[in-house]
């Protein structure tokens, strides 16, 4: 799978005070494979994106969330 290498800030849907940063895997309408999530595989909805951290199985990430908002990213870093 292709990963983007550019990093997003945005708010934790966890705690909407603390920034977060993980990579973007997946963008709307990609199928993945996910690691934990409800769904083994899942289609990212229109205006969402799937993010992962570095820490496989120990990040709070869209395997734990599931897809995001466009809505909360914030800057490109």
């Not at 940063?21 to 996910?34: F, N």
């Not at 994106?49 to 990040?59: M, R, V, Y």
Request: hydrophobic share 40%; with cysteine; charged share 20%.
């Amino acid at each position: 799978m292709d990963c983007i290498i550019l990093s997003f800030n945005f708010r934790s849907p966890k705690n909407p005070e603390q920034k977060i940063i993980k990579r973007v895997i997946a963008l709307e309408g990609d199928i993945i494979r996910t690691m934990g999530y409800r769904n083994r595989f899942i289609k990212i909805p229109n205006g969402h994106l799937w993010i992962e951290g570095d820490h496989h199985g120990h990040s709070f990430d869209s395997n734990a969330f599931g897809p995001v908002s466009l809505f909360f990213f914030s800057s490109v870093c």
